[in-house]
């Protein structure tokens, strides 16, 4: 939605966007392999110290899904110096907050601390890397935890299936490990014996599998004496072997339905695979994204919800990943309308991407957002932070967090028209009809 805004904000807006797309950070290697960037802003007494390591639930042995996020949760037990539970206690009691999250490529953890607090932050994410204790309590305790998570975000919320992917993956892929899902089986999680997440650990949590960011209010040469302190002694792991496995174009349209016991409202689903996330045509997709499904002025919203009253809500998931990305796009009925027509009336609208250049108006309205969105995400040294290991660890390239901006304005009408008809056609997509389970008679 347009907002107007004052001269003075516009103006404000204009200089921090200038601001934002010079992110200044120094980047080093330790001899045992653990990559290092440094972002300095001593605008305000913060610091986030964040480690992200490149392994994800791609990496999971067939048979044995969940581990990656797993560990998301198992590595804040306790460390043989970190007694177990008091992770968070540490955390807060020093007035930080910290968090993780997994995805199906990589695994971030991080702490925000007020800068005197640093050398803490420097200090419990090499114990989490060094000296983790990974013993049967602490794994029979996150295995109820995952579980409970799973039965809350996935089983027993509405459109779980759509939003985490375990009724869409296993459709758009036949051999890749992105057929599964981050959350993965709790008969999996069930089965690992605890050799097996002491083997993942020692495979995938070497200082040569990751990459630690400090940004915010921090002395360089300081800084650089603690991490060496901390870091350069742990010793390196075994060299990781990336996954290279390539699926087999979509060419016939996946039909499917898929139940879930938590809607009354029914959808039409639409799902493409798309290319890696450092492709350009990776970028075009995200603006198609906003064109087709992005918030209240989107042509989907407006042409099914506002005018034809067909549709509840308009959603979309664009899932850039490292070896292929997922574009899900799909519309809730309303009343009695047929997902046939739902699917028809998305279908109208692809089409016309297919075969119209979209207006200029539109065209500059997609370029503002895309520059808000940026500047949003580099707000604040957390958000610098993430995007910083991001970009080195998944993109190959740090300095992404000034230059993407410009590849989302070198990106034309035309561009827009050629990427909608390369990879929405309906030959190339799972079409599912996502249902309310029937009523047992």
Do not use: C
Not at 136 to 141: F, H, L, N, P
Not at 225 to 232: G, K, S, V
């Amino acid at each position: 939605m347009m907002r107007r805004i004052s001269l003075a904000a516009f103006t404000l807006i204009s200089a921090f966007a200038g601001f934002a797309q010079q992110v200044e950070f120094e980047e080093y290697k330790l001899d045992n392999g653990l990559d290092v960037i440094l972002h300095q802003d001593n605008s305000a007494p913060v610091v986030t110290v964040g480690v992200m390591y490149h392994v994800g639930a791609k990496d999971e042995e067939e048979g044995r899904t969940g581990f990656a996020h797993f560990f998301e949760h198992l590595l804040f037990e306790g460390t043989e110096n970190i007694d177990r539970g008091e992770w968070f206690n540490i955390v807060a009691a020093n007035g930080g907050s910290n968090n993780a999250n997994t995805t199906q490529d990589r695994t971030y953890y991080y702490e925000t601390f007020p800068s005197n607090n640093l050398k803490l932050g420097l200090w419990m994410e090499s114990e989490r890397m060094l000296h983790p204790v990974i013993n049967q309590i602490g794994v029979d305790t996150q295995n109820e935890v995952v579980k409970e998570e799973k039965r809350t975000r996935v089983d027993n919320a509405p459109y779980g299936k759509i939003i985490y992917g375990t009724g869409i993956n296993h459709y758009m892929f036949d051999k890749h490990p992105y057929k599964n899902t981050t959350i993965g089986t709790m008969e999996d999680l069930d089965a690992a014996k605890l050799e097996e997440f002491k083997a993942f650990f020692d495979k995938y949590y070497g200082p040569n599998n990751a990459t630690l960011v400090v940004a915010g209010d921090i002395d360089k040469k300081q800084t650089k004496e603690w991490i060496n302190d901390y870091f350069a002694s742990i010793p390196k792991g075994p060299k990781v072997e990336r996954v290279d496995i390539q699926e087999e174009p979509i060419k016939e349209t996946i039909v499917a339905k898929e139940f879930d016991d938590n809607i009354q409202i029914p959808a039409k689903i639409f799902v493409y695979r798309t290319p890696p996330m450092t492709s350009r045509d990776a970028y075009v997709l995200d603006m198609i994204s906003s064109i087709l499904t992005g918030g209240k002025s989107s042509r989907m919203y407006k042409k099914m919800v506002d005018e034809n009253k067909e549709a509840l809500q308009v959603l979309a998931f664009p899932r850039s990943q490292e070896d292929y990305g997922m574009y899900t796009i799909g519309a809730l009925a309303m009343g009695d309308t047929p997902l046939e027509q739902l699917g028809e009336s998305m279908d109208e609208e692809i089409q016309k991407l297919k075969t119209e250049l979209i207006s200029e108006k539109e065209y500059q309205k997609l370029q503002n957002e895309f520059e808000n969105n940026f500047v949003n995400a580099n707000s604040s040294v957390q958000g610098i932070a993430a995007s910083l290991a991001t970009y080195h660890t998944l993109y190959g390239d740090t300095d992404l967090i000034n230059e993407e901006i410009e590849i989302y304005r070198d990106i034309t009408r035309e561009d827009i028209k050629e990427v909608a008809n390369k990879y929405l056609n309906k030959n190339q997509r799972l079409d599912l009809d996502y249902l309310p389970t029937p009523e047992a008679e």
